[in-house]
């Protein structure tokens, strides 16, 4: 184990070192002090320093702090800086590094408006909505090109399944948009339960109330509809197109590259059943 430490240690002094960086070291010569790794449920801690307490961290499912070359923000609409422990914004890096993506083939115009326009032109807007918490690591929630617009709130399809995935019972989810008379849109989930639970109105019931505790009582969906399995392909792939086509009543397209075409036929039936008890 110590030998695995060593040569963790090594390969990051000769990282920073590269960089013109120094690892911090706890001063009496061991580097088992000088480097700390910790395992924990869900999390992963990587200290540089003498002390624990002291040091800094990653969490294993958040990004930590970027390169000297970049400066990552989270901005709001107006394109102001959101704080660490801020709400949801939109991620975006406020001093781009040469060698990155310098245009779209054959449509230059159509690379400005996309990345240089919303912000500035000194600033590339990476497409992604993102959170920025207490710790300073960076979170993304998913692209903002994919938003369910509910009463005029736009909801990331991401941030809604990740909500619904949070919650206990849930396996796996994914959301798709219907057209709404009242709200313009709402929101349909599918969703797969963990071993024995079952799919009833009160476990409904628990899912909307996590979501609206989660992000808001417009993120509720207004259908859910118990799915044994997802659309996907080979490679695990959620096929959300044809969710959509099931959600809005729609003719399939081709599903030959799905990994379980019958899932389909129970979906319809499902979202259909669904439909009659409403009416």
Not at 115 to 136: L, M, N, Q
Request: proline share 4%; charged share 30%; glycine share 10%.
């Amino acid at each position: 184990a110590r030998l695995a430490v060593d040569q963790l240690f090594d390969t990051f002094t000769d990282a920073f070192g590269r960089m013109g960086l120094t690892a911090a070291g706890g001063g009496d010569g061991r580097r088992e002090e000088e480097f700390h790794l910790e395992l924990a449920p869900r999390r992963r801690h990587v200290f540089v320093g003498g002390d624990p307490a002291d040091g800094r961290f990653v969490h294993a499912d958040g990004v930590g702090d970027r390169l000297q070359v970049q400066r990552t923000k989270v901005l709001d609409a107006e394109g102001e800086p959101i704080a660490p422990g801020g709400p949801q914004g939109l991620l975006a890096l406020t001093k781009p590094w040469p060698g990155m993506l310098r245009t779209l083939y054959g449509d230059d115009d159509r690379y400005v408006e996309t990345y240089w326009k919303r912000f500035g032109p000194e600033t590339y807007f990476v497409g992604d909505a993102s959170r920025c918490d207490d710790d300073g690591c960076f979170w993304v929630i998913g692209r903002v090109d994919d938003v369910i617009n509910v009463s005029g709130h736009r909801l990331s399809t991401a941030e809604v399944e990740s909500a619904i995935v949070a919650y206990h019972a849930v396996a796996e989810a994914a959301v798709v948009a219907e057209n709404d008379e009242l709200t313009g849109q709402s929101i349909v989930a599918f969703v797969t339960l963990e071993g024995s639970y079952e799919g009833d109105d009160a476990m409904e019931v628990q899912i909307r109330d996590h979501v609206a505790t989660q992000i808001g009582k417009l993120a509720r969906p207004k259908r859910i509809i118990w799915a044994d399995d997802l659309p996907k392909t080979r490679s695990g792939k959620i096929m959300r197109r044809l969710l959509r086509d099931i959600a809005g009543g729609q003719e399939l397209g081709d599903v030959t590259t799905l990994r379980d075409p019958a899932v389909m036929a129970q979906l319809q039936e499902r979202m259909a059943s669904a439909a009659d008890d409403e009416d």
